[in-house]
């Protein structure tokens, strides 16, 4: 069965520095989404992207964030400049429609120090 | 704006008992509802959702738009359903952003 995939599962940084987080959505989903999880919180919505653009984002994903799709498979999260509440678990989502299901992968933890 | 509220962190229960896990939510549209479960270990998944009106492993919910509730409910509740429960809103129109709760842990215990 496909599945979201993502790397790193754990990546462990320094405030201050740049930071790259890669999905690898379902082949044939066109639809695109970033949550986190800061530890003991919700799920929260980052942003969801379609057609190369962003069609939404929330207030927490101001210009520290930005996110791509370099290469028509991989979908890439990157935070410029890491804060210590940047520190989360990261989850990326495909649907193949929109209202659909979406697929989560098994998430990225950053921890910021 | 659009809100999920679960009332409750942690749901303990023994085997065969009823389980009815609360979800209220806030929203001035028509929001489509969503449970997505987390096992232990395993990633995010979506159990259900109210417009497809299903039973998955024996969970029901029935979107009550009076009392603004999507409460999942289990008759007899099993070990193996022991797992982190997420309410979810979608409230836009023309993509799938989803709004979660804070999760309810369900433990059930033989």
């Known amino acids: 069965e496909p599945e979201v995939t993502q790397t790193p599962s754990h990546q462990v940084t320094q405030m201050g520095q740049e930071v790259i987080l890669r999905c690898v959505p379902i082949?044939?989903?066109?639809?695109f989404y970033w949550y986190r999880q800061i530890l003991g919180q919700k799920v929260e919505f980052l942003v969801s992207?379609?057609?190369?653009?962003?069609?939404?984002k929330s207030e927490i994903f101001d210009d520290q964030f930005s996110v791509e799709r370099p290469d028509g498979s991989n979908f890439t999260l990157k935070i410029r400049s890491t804060k210590l509440e940047d520190s989360a678990m990261y989850f990326c989502?495909?649907?193949?429609?929109?209202?659909?299901?979406?697929?989560f992968g098994e998430g990225s933890r950053l921890t910021v120090l | 704006a659009q809100r999920v509220t679960q009332p409750e962190k942690l749901l303990s229960v023994f085997k065969g008992a009823p389980v009815e896990l609360k979800c209220n939510y806030s929203?001035?549209?028509?929001?489509?509802l969503f449970w997505y479960v987390q096992y232990s270990r395993q990633r995010l998944q979506l159990l259900l959702r109210h417009i497809s009106r299903e039973s998955i492993k024996g969970f029901t919910a029935d979107l009550n738009k009076g009392e603004t509730s999507f409460h999942l409910k289990k008759p007899f509740a099993q070990e193996e359903d022991s797992a982190m429960y997420y309410c979810?809103?979608?409230?836009?129109?023309?993509?799938?952003?989803?709004?979660f709760g804070k999760g309810t842990m369900l433990l059930v215990s033989p």
């Open positions: 979810a809103l979608s409230g836009h129109k023309g993509y799938s952003t989803l709004t």
């Open positions: 992207f379609y057609n190369n653009e962003i069609s939404e």
């Open positions: 989502a495909s649907s193949a429609t929109v209202p659909g299901e979406l697929f």
């Open positions: 082949s044939n989903h066109l639809y």
């Open positions: 929203y001035s549209g028509s929001p489509e």
